[in-house]
Every structure is written in structure tokens, then in C-alpha cells.
């Protein structure tokens, strides 16, 4: 039986084609042409948005630094709503491949949690591989982010117990990466929230079913993983911090919210994923969007299924 594209997103992929036909995809391993259209593809999922801070009156944001594993220094932003002190907050980390995005250009998207729910976040700006950094570097960014927060917790009114870790594509699999090295280094941490994520460098053969569909290639998820990995790409070198498919026990996990659309190339490992979460009886709350191609939610914010996600999404951070 074949897929169907849901009718919103076909809509909005239609009229995009009629702007201007589809350019030929970047050579596998060119991480550079990937980067730039990611930029480019990015900067225009946000001017679907009302454009921060002027569109979320409410919410303000600031601009700190934190010391990753290596002594290197990363950008952080801090956006909190007025008047809210819910007393749980959530560290997030955004989409790219691991080889592009940044805060600023996930200002809205971050802001717009924060004013729908009242609930604090901390959005990382993570070293992009392969330049700025590779192997455990992007996950140890987020994970160093985290350790911040816990830390200042009582100035921010947070409560250190209630602290979440939240991420979309790459940055669902930094996410992940985040909750085993909190699971492994003893840190807590109340959920973790994998926004159709990018879980496991062995996701590489193509299915002819997706093809037509997929927004986020398996070349491109070659190119990728290499970026990140370099020569362990490929191996069993590979630490599960990086690649969570690969973490040996998902036991003593944060409980997870699991999201993901029928027609991404990540949908199997997502799922995967969250099977093995609920069978070591961790919490699991997984969706599966019929219809679906990856970052449908920020193709077309004002669709039924963006709605129903955020609808969602909003109800679980809201209950941190």
C-alpha cells in the first residue's frame, strides 16, 4: 500500500516547487553545500514565525557562556517568560545535521515554547561539526549546558530535579546522547523529549517506499554522520553518547517523549528506539505522525499536524 503525503504539507511543498524547481542535491560528503542549504532552508522555517523578541512580547532572553569538556567556551541563551515560575525548565538543542543551525536561527521556535508553556528554556549553541568540532564534542556542548543550569538553578528558580533535555532532529539525537551521559555520570534529569531524532549512523540504505518523500536524504545523513564521526564513521568505534542507537542498556534512562513522522528516514530508529525504552519499563510516550516528512511542524506551522504536535509537546513540558 503506498504513503500518502498529508494534503497540508503537499500544499506547501507544491507552492515551494512552483517558486522554483527543486536544485540538484549536494555530492555525498560535501558538508559545506549541505550546510548552506540547511542555513538557508532554516532561515525561512523561521520567517513563518512571528520574528523574536517583537512577536513574543513576554518572553525574555539572554546571552551566557559555558565550558564544555575540552575547555572550550559555548554560547548559551536563557529565555524565560514574565511572571512565570514554574520551577522546571528544559535544555535545548537544535536541528542540522549536526553540521549547521544555530540559536539564532531557532530564536522563535524556542521562544515560542517558552510563551505558550511559562516554562524556562536554555537553547545551546553547540559546535557544528566536521570544523568546529567532531566525536563526543556537540554532545559534551549540550551535556556541559546542562551542568550550568543544575548549577545556577536556585538563582534562575529551577529546580534541579525538574530540568528536562529537548532537541529536534540532530539535536533529538544530542538529546538522547545528553540523558545517557546523565544516566552514566549521575546527573539528573527529568525527561528527555526526541523530536524526530537522529539516533544511529547505520541509518544509510535507501527504502525506494520513502524516496519520494524524505526532505532529509540518506546521502545526506551520510555526509552527516561522517562529518561527525571522521574515521570512526562506520565502525564499531563509535560511542553511544554520540550515536544512542548503539548505547549497549538503555536501563535507569530518563523517561521519553518520542515523536516522528511516517515518511522520515528516521522513523524505524526512532521507533526502535522507544521500544527499547518502554520494554526496560521507562516511561515512553512515542508518536508516530502519518503523513509526515521530516520537520513537517516547521514546513507548515499552521497545520493540523503541526497544531496536534505542539498541542502535545506543550502538554509534556508544561507537566515537568
Not at 523561521?46 to 564544555?68: E, M
Request: net charge negative; proline share 8%; no cysteine.
Amino acid at each position: 500500500m503506498a504513503f500518502t503525503l498529508d494534503p497540508e504539507l503537499a500544499a506547501v511543498l507544491q507552492a515551494l516547487a512552483e517558486q522554483g524547481g527543486p536544485a540538484p542535491p549536494p555530492e555525498r560528503d560535501d558538508w559545506r553545500t549541505l550546510r548552506a542549504r540547511g542555513t538557508a532552508s532554516m532561515r525561512w522555517m523561521a520567517s513563518l514565525l512571528p520574528a523574536f523578541p517583537t512577536g513574543y512580547p513576554l518572553v525574555q532572553a539572554s546571552s551566557h557562556q559555558v565550558r564544555s569538556a575540552d575547555g572550550a567556551e559555548v554560547p548559551v541563551r536563557w529565555y524565560e517568560k514574565a511572571g512565570s515560575t514554574p520551577g522546571s525548565a528544559v535544555v535545548y538543542a537544535h536541528g542540522g545535521g549536526m553540521l549547521a543551525g544555530s540559536v539564532d536561527l531557532y530564536d522563535a521556535v524556542v521562544a515560542g515554547y517558552v510563551q505558550a508553556t511559562g516554562v524556562p528554556f536554555l537553547s545551546v549553541d553547540y559546535r557544528l561539526a566536521p570544523d568546529a568540532a567532531t566525536g563526543t564534542g556537540p554532545v559534551e556542548d549540550v551535556f556541559a549546558a546542562l551542568i550550568w543550569l543544575g548549577g545556577r538553578a536556585p538563582e534562575l528558580g529551577v529546580d534541579p530535579r525538574r530540568i528536562a533535555v529537548m532537541g529536534d532532529s540532530a539535536g533529538g539525537g544530542l538529546a538522547a546522547g545528553v540523558a545517557v551521559l546523565a544516566r552514566d555520570r549521575g546527573v539528573p534529569l527529568a525527561r528527555q523529549a526526541l523530536l524526530y531524532p537522529m539516533l544511529d549512523d547505520r541509518t544509510l540504505t535507501p527504502d525506494p517506499r520513502l524516496t519520494p518523500y524524505v526532505a532529509w536524504t540518506w546521502d545526506d545523513n551520510w555526509t552527516g554522520w561522517h562529518a561527525l564521526l571522521g574515521a570512526a564513521f562506520g565502525t564499531d568505534d563509535v560511542p553511544p553518547q554520540v550515536a544512542p542507537a548503539r548505547v549497549a542498556t538503555v536501563e535507569g534512562l530518563a523517561p521519553a517523549y518520542v515523536e516522528v513522522g511516517e515518511l522520515d528516514i528516521f522513523r524505524a530508529e526512532a521507533i526502535g528506539y522507544a521500544q527499547r525504552l518502554a520494554d526496560a519499563d521507562i516511561p515512553t510516550e512515542l508518536h508516530l505522525h502519518g503523513g509526515a516528512i521530516h520537520e513537517y511542524d516547521r514546513l507548515a506551522p499552521g497545520s493540523r499536524l503541526a497544531r496536534r504536535a505542539m498541542e502535545d509537546r506543550g502538554r509534556v513540558i508544561s507537566s515537568l
